[in-house]
């Protein structure tokens, strides 16, 4: 009963959130110096054109008409149409978006697999050459800025190697020899589903550089955090315990301590995956990954404002389900957390 009032109370909160960024944004995106009439018309436009465009875009309308009319097109599953494209948003959206969220649950991936392994075990070895490297690694991580950290990957493993594709999703060839089936709009899992191994092993090797790339930062967050609650942990009582019980070290670590550790870690982790959402943007355009943060950069250079308000409302409800998700996940697994 009570985690379900949580629930309710949290739902309640993120419906305000949700209204308040829609508002925000649409507000900001009216006002900007721009001509979205013009711009929907396209090159030239006569100011019949653009007078009509007025009309069928409902611009002629006072604001708060503008504004109410794009509410009731939210409830009814609508985003609007983008003004670059012509195209309704939610139909760009199933397209930009998997490629965004394939390369942003990659790296989330590997800030659990190399993250907290790495974390639990420089804890164990407080003080200790491998402490110092992981320490540092850790704090690299965090201070090397992503852009040149991929500018320095692509002229490593692309120009003097030869190893890795420099940028894009797909090669050309492989697209036109071996068309993935979009399915999940995630290339990993279509080309598994389908069985198509030519296209996933194109696709996992143009993904490990931006993966990798966007990954340095969470990974790094995901060494610290789990490092500093190992250390505390590792001092406990029940700890001591299972020690001289003679329980082996590695199901102490991994199992016990790890279990109350892996907490913090996860809040930091599900922040981390929102980062990463709007983080990639600088990425993407590095490595021309053809995800959100490409939609986004050409909707705001065109002024496209149905499609900024709608990519940031939708980056909003991932910030707030993610956050939701990691306080019920943190009670389940503590039950020392209680949830107000």
């Known amino acids: 009963m009570k985690r379900l009032d949580y629930f309710l109370k949290r739902l309640f909160l993120a419906v305000i959130v949700l209204f308040s960024i829609s508002l925000i944004t649409f507000v900001i995106a009216r006002v900007l110096p721009s001509d979205p009439a013009a711009a929907w018309v396209g ?42 494209t012509h195209q309704p948003i939610l139909r760009d959206l199933s397209t ?37 490297i992981t320490r540092l690694v850790s704090i690299a991580g965090v201070s090397i800025p992503t ?22 999703r797909i090669s050309n060839e492989i697209a036109l020899n071996h068309p993935v089936t979009h399915l999940s709009g995630f290339y990993l899992l279509d080309t598994l589903f389908t069985g198509n191994m030519a296209a996933f092993r194109d696709a996992l090797q143009h993904l490990i550089l931006p993966a990798f790339t966007l990954a340095t930062y969470p990974i790094a967050l995901a060494i610290r955090m789990t490092r500093s609650t190992m250390i505390e942990i590792l001092n406990e009582r ?73 990519v940031t409302l939708v980056v909003t409800v991932f910030y707030v389900v993610i956050n939701l998700l990691m306080d019920l996940l943190q009670a389940a697994l503590d039950p020392r957390i209680t949830l107000q």
């Open 238 to 310: 029940y700890i001591l315990a299972a020690r001289i019980s003679g329980i082996p070290e590695r199901i102490v670590l991994f199992v016990l301590a790890l279990k109350n550790a892996i907490v913090p870690t996860l809040t930091v982790l599900g922040l981390s995956f929102v980062y990463s959402l709007t983080g990639a943007i600088l990425i993407e355009v590095i490595f021309s990954w053809p995800g959100l943060g490409t939609y986004i950069t050409n909707a705001v250079l065109t002024i496209d404002f149905p499609v900024i308000v709608s």
């Open 96 to 132: 930009y978006l998997p490629a965004t969220l394939e390369l942003v649950f990659t790296a989330i991936l590997l800030a659990v697999i190399v993250g907290v392994p790495l974390g639990v075990l420089s804890g164990a070895a407080k003080g200790s050459l491998f402490d110092h």
């Open 43 to 84: 090159s030239r436009p006569t100011p019949e054109q653009i007078a009509k465009a007025r009309v069928d875009l409902g611009l002629d309308q006072p604001l708060y008409i503008q504004y109410l009319r794009y509410l009731g097109s939210i409830f009814r599953g609508d985003l609007g149409t983008s003004i670059k």
């Open 147 to 168: 852009f040149w950290l991929g500018l320095l990957l692509q002229l490593f493993f692309f120009s003097h190697l030869g190893l890795l594709p420099l940028g894009g």
